[in-house]
């Protein structure tokens, strides 16, 4: 078992999850061994044993358990590492009531799911603890699953800490905000409402008899009440209902009976805190002496004193906040120059008051986020107000951590808070990464099957061909030959089969050989105007509206005029019953928002628009119609490319189609092309010499195609007709059949060769030797090579496979019968 497990490529590093995985006996887990584990589970633990982010998977619908080492560091010695191929109900008994909804979610293929700061109480060693989590549920892709998903990849991280720390601040910065409206606070509270505890600091405990200590972890509500006077008691307990019902602030006078018998008049001020949903969940506030008050106005100096010390106190708290604060807190000018900031700043980025206050925040900020800093400064000027922004400062050392900034005008300073976002912002980017490469393994499987639809329909082809050609041969054996012209021609139709499919392919692909030129959109339609009708039939009406202002589009006419015949043909199937088929092109100008949305460059453009009044297209359907192979016609009447070629060719030329469409509302696809910029010149007419085909035979042509059946093919038609043929079958032997032959007048050339030089090299050292020397390019996949685009110069021309050699015999003609 542990030599098979080491030849299981997909597990070699994850440290000593790795390891533990590679030396357990899985046979006997309901999982098997990792050689029969489906292909989306491998890809998934691949990934997560190579990160050193914290990642679990839960496969199948038990959801057995994965995870690795960065995850390890999160689980007790209890459950690790027993947690291994268990299934989560076992596991993770305890958060099953938080998780399992998620789980199930994403198993029935509803999409992932993502929480920020989640409470996953989970016990660690025996011990029950509220802990905070940032993770998300992403589907782990499997065809063999029910709905599609064969389990459930989990990045994650605990933020405990951080929640923690930011409810801690987030009570201090209350508290102190009530002594300030205040004006004079002797003890502070925060009553926590749904588990009925309140947590004091120590003069509040004192002066309500509780202790400290047990005020500080949190004490009941009623041990506080306890030393309220009994003819007070009722009033304060309907007014912090009140507040409790309405949400109004509390401010209420009662007694205290202190334990020596004496009372003390104390003001209690302080507001209910609501969630989301309208719950009450807590109640911080202040209490205040008020005693002086009530006994005499002779004690006013006094009671002046007592205020004194109440707002030393008051700034005290401030202070505390200050200096505890882990948030960056800084008084700035309205230049940016350092007036105040507090220690936080040494802790986190290593500066000190001192160095900072010869600074200005500018002199910190990343240069790239400069620019977007000096525009929120300018906001700022135009429109004074709160703002938040997020930039990177550097530290001491020469780091740059994230921040997340909240600034607040105060005359001529800005009050500013910044908290370090940095580590949020890498852990974002980490699941990002994980996400990608999950998606990749996706794409890897929709190759599987765009290959598959291909062999099927190749083979059907080749078959036609090899069939035909069988039966050729045995009755040529036979002596006869009164049926060789009809499996000569199904062998022909097989052949032009292929090269449509192939040609189908390279479109969606964008790898077609395109040959874009000026061309007038309105005049390319009017002069298919009469084969759309004949298309469309009687039972539909159709409509031609030619923009007057519709640009010239740079295109490759052909390849558009397939483009809209495919466009209208699948009107046509929408409208079975009959209906109204609109073309019409307009001018179109997208600037960079829709472009971006658009994906293509900002500019002008030729927009062309087949719209029907058909069935309509439902949206999971329209995300798919340009995916090749995918048809929703029945078996046999569509091959599932004809709108996968239109995408490609948009997409190769620079432009985009879009699809708009409700069912029974119709469809619009809208055709983006680009505009043409320039002066438009009459296409050249090829002046043909004058000299007779008498003297084909004074011509010599050089074959280079490393494809000896190909090679031969051409070699013998040439030679048939009358040339004189020489041949090479790679790029070194065709230079060194140049060097030694005095007249080549065509080279033919395939455009990738073996030997080191592709077939756009060999042309530009011929032409090195011979400046006049025409080249005709034969290539299946022009892209391929890594030639460029510019196979077609002056005296060059290209052909693609497969070819008729008829077609071969003409272009050779017409390119050395023409004046160069």
């Not at 802790?347 to 900020?365: F, P, Y």
């Not at 469409?661 to 983006?672: A, I």
Request: contains cysteine.
């Amino acid at each position: 078992m542990n030599r098979r497990m080491s030849e299981a490529g997909f597990l070699q590093g994850g440290g000593e999850l790795g390891a533990l995985i590679r030396s357990r006996d899985w046979s006997r887990t309901p999982l098997g061994i990792p050689e029969t584990w489906p292909q989306a589970l491998r890809t998934a633990v691949r990934l997560i044993l190579n990160t050193d982010h914290p990642m679990y998977i839960f496969w199948g619908a038990e959801g057995y358990c994965l995870y690795n080492d960065a995850y390890r560091q999160s689980i007790d010695s209890e459950r690790h590492p027993g947690a291994l191929g268990k299934p989560v109900r076992e596991v993770w008994s305890e958060i099953m009531p938080t998780i399992g909804p998620q789980i199930e979610q994403v198993m029935r293929g509803d999409g992932a799911t993502w929480h920020v700061d989640q409470l996953v109480p989970i016990t660690r060693n025996g011990i029950k603890e509220d802990v905070y989590w940032t993770y998300s549920f992403s589907p782990i892709g499997d065809d063999e699953a029910p709905t599609g998903v064969g389990g459930v990849l989990v990045m994650c991280s605990e933020t405990t800490e951080q929640v923690v720390s930011c409810q801690q601040l987030a009570i201090s910065e209350e508290r102190l905000q009530l002594a300030l409206s205040a004006g004079g606070g002797i003890g502070t509270w925060d009553w926590d409402i749904p588990n009925n505890r309140v947590f004091a600091d120590e003069r509040f405990a004192r002066l309500y008899g509780v202790d400290p200590e047990r005020a500080q972890r949190g004490a009941p509500f009623e041990e506080f009440l306890a030393s309220v006077h009994p003819d007070d008691l009722h009033d304060l307990r309907r007014s912090i209902d009140n507040c409790v019902a309405t949400g109004e602030p509390l401010s209420s006078e009662y007694r205290l009976v202190r334990p020596d018998n004496r009372e003390r008049w104390v003001l209690a001020q302080g507001r209910c805190i609501k969630d989301a949903h309208g719950k009450p969940v807590r109640f911080p506030g202040v209490s205040f002496d008020i005693s002086g008050r009530k006994r005499t106005e002779r004690k006013l100096q006094r009671l002046y004193e007592v205020m004194e010390d109440e707002v030393a106190q008051r700034t005290r708290e401030r202070d505390r906040v200050w200096q505890s604060s882990p948030d960056l807190i800084a008084v700035l000018l309205k230049d940016g120059t350092f007036f105040r900031t507090n220690p936080a700043w040494n802790t986190l980025l290593g500066w000190t008051e001192g160095t900072l206050n010869e600074l200005k925040v500018q002199d910190l900020i990343h240069a790239d986020d400069l620019m977007a800093f000096d525009l929120h400064m300018q906001r700022f000027a135009e429109s004074p107000g709160p703002m938040r922004f997020e930039n990177r400062i550097r530290s001491k050392q020469g780091e740059y951590r994230w921040q997340q900034w909240v600034v607040v005008p105060d005359e001529d300073q800005l009050y500013c808070i910044a908290r370090d976002i940095h580590d949020t912002r890498e852990n974002e980017a980490a699941l990002q990464s994980a996400q990608e490469a999950l998606r990749q393994s996706q794409k890897m499987e929709a190759v599987g099957q765009l290959t598959g639809g291909l062999a099927h329909d190749f083979n059907n082809m080749l078959m036609g061909i090899s069939g035909s050609l069988e039966v050729m041969q045995i009755d040529v054996h036979k002596g006869k030959i009164e049926r060789l012209d009809h499996y000569m021609a199904m062998a022909m139709k097989s052949v032009q089969r292929a090269s449509s499919l192939t040609h189908r392919l390279l479109a969606f692909s964008r790898r077609q050989t395109l040959a874009p030129k000026p061309t007038d959109i309105n005049r390319l339609i009017m002069e298919m105007s009469d084969m759309i009708l004949r298309t469309m039939g009687p039972s539909i009406a159709t409509d031609f509206a030619t923009g007057l202002d519709t640009p010239i589009a740079l295109i490759d006419s052909h390849q558009l005029e397939n483009a809209l015949l495919n466009l209208c043909i699948n009107a046509s199937d929408a409208m079975p019953d009959g209906g109204r088929l609109t073309v019409e092109t307009k001018s179109i100008w997208l600037d960079s928002r829709a472009a971006k949305a658009n994906d293509v460059a900002e500019g002008g453009y030729a927009l062309l628009t087949v719209t029907d009044t058909g069935v309509g297209i439902p949206p999971e359907v329209a995300s798919r119609v340009f995916e090749p192979f995918f048809t929703t016609k029945p078996t046999g009447e569509g091959t599932g490319l004809g709108l996968s070629m239109v995408y490609g060719f948009a997409r190769q030329s620079g432009g985009q189609i879009q699809i708009v469409s409700e069912p029974g509302q119709g469809t619009s696809m809208h055709l983006y092309l680009p505009r043409f910029i320039g002066v438009v010149e009459r296409d050249a007419v090829p002046e043909v010499s004058a000299g007779r085909q008498d003297f084909i035979d004074q011509k010599t042509v050089l074959v280079v195609d490393d494809e000896d059946i190909i090679r031969c093919l051409i070699t013998e038609m040439l030679r048939e007709t009358g040339y004189t043929v020489l041949e090479a079958a790679d790029g070194p032997t065709a230079l060194k059949r140049l060097k030694e032959m005095d007249e080549i007048h065509l080279l033919i050339t395939d455009v990738g060769l073996p030997g080191g030089l592709n077939g756009r090299q060999v042309a530009d050292a011929a032409r090195l030797l011979r400046p006049d020397l025409k080249v005709l390019f034969i290539t299946g996949y022009a892209a391929g090579a890594a030639v460029g685009t510019d196979l077609q110069e002056d005296n060059m021309q290209v052909i693609t496979k497969p070819f008729l050699m008829e077609t071969l015999s003409k272009a050779v003609h017409q390119m050395l019968n023409t004046r160069p």
